[in-house]
């Protein structure tokens, strides 16, 4: 029952948006289906087929205080911040795009870039990167960011995990001390969890794709805003 209803809810918004058209996308240039459409439907459809938020999404809206931009352009805002983002980490490794159907953003840092072997110190050459990324989180300061680490499943269990959570914490770390708010951060290490493995761990290239950093940008409609506070 619970499926049929998501289904119908679905078959709902993805009606709204086929009547609302099409934006070009600032990536590509394309005609594409919009996300501004998606967000004017309103959070209370589509909110149960968001991706996971580090700790509850209600709570840590009202924690950080933000603002919430209109449902309306929502999705125009997450395309610039994409460009912008390709555009400043250019080169570095870093590869950004979207997650959770669209409704989220994933900057993945490279492995062997942001930190040495073993080791949870970000490489000095890399802070360049890191501040354009802090740079544009204080730029679009309307959402909810989550910082993932993860490892390969060379080593022992308890060592992965505690590295990737060092990581994790790491990047937080140095995107606070950048300016970006502190209450809108929040890390979690994910070790060698294989639910996350991303490459295969019998190859060098393999295990390179699962020693991985990712930053998850999840923007805050003011629809967010208003449910979170009506949940208090």
Wanted: aromatic fraction near 6%; charge should be neutral.
């Amino acid at each position: 029952m619970k499926n049929s209803r998501i289904f119908v809810s679905s078959l709902a918004a993805l009606s709204l948006v086929t009547v609302s058209g099409c934006v070009t996308d600032p990536n590509t240039g394309e005609q594409k289906v919009s996300r501004t459409a998606i967000g004017g439907v309103g959070g209370a459809v589509l909110g149960g087929l968001l991706g996971g938020v580090i700790g509850g999404k209600t709570g840590r809206i009202i924690g950080a205080g933000v603002g919430g931009v209109a449902g309306g352009v929502v999705g125009y805002k997450m395309d610039q911040q994409i460009k912008e983002l390709k555009e400043s980490t250019a080169g570095s490794g870093v590869d950004v795009t979207e997650t959770d159907g669209g409704n989220a953003i994933l900057v993945n840092l490279p492995d062997g870039v942001t930190f040495a072997t073993g080791s949870y110190t970000i490489n000095q050459n890399f802070r360049n990167t890191l501040d354009n990324v802090a740079n544009s989180l204080i730029q679009y300061p309307d959402s909810l960011i989550d910082v993932y680490g993860y490892t390969d499943s060379t080593g022992s269990d308890a060592f992965n995990q505690r590295l990737s959570e060092q990581r994790a914490q790491a990047v937080a770390n140095y995107l606070s001390s950048r300016g970006v708010s502190a209450a809108r951060i929040r890390s979690q290490g994910f070790g060698e969890d294989p639910n996350y493995f991303v490459g295969d761990n019998n190859t060098d290239s393999g295990r390179a794709l699962n020693r991985r950093v990712e930053i998850k940008i999840i923007p805050v409609t003011q629809e967010d805003v208003a449910a979170a506070r009506a949940a208090q």
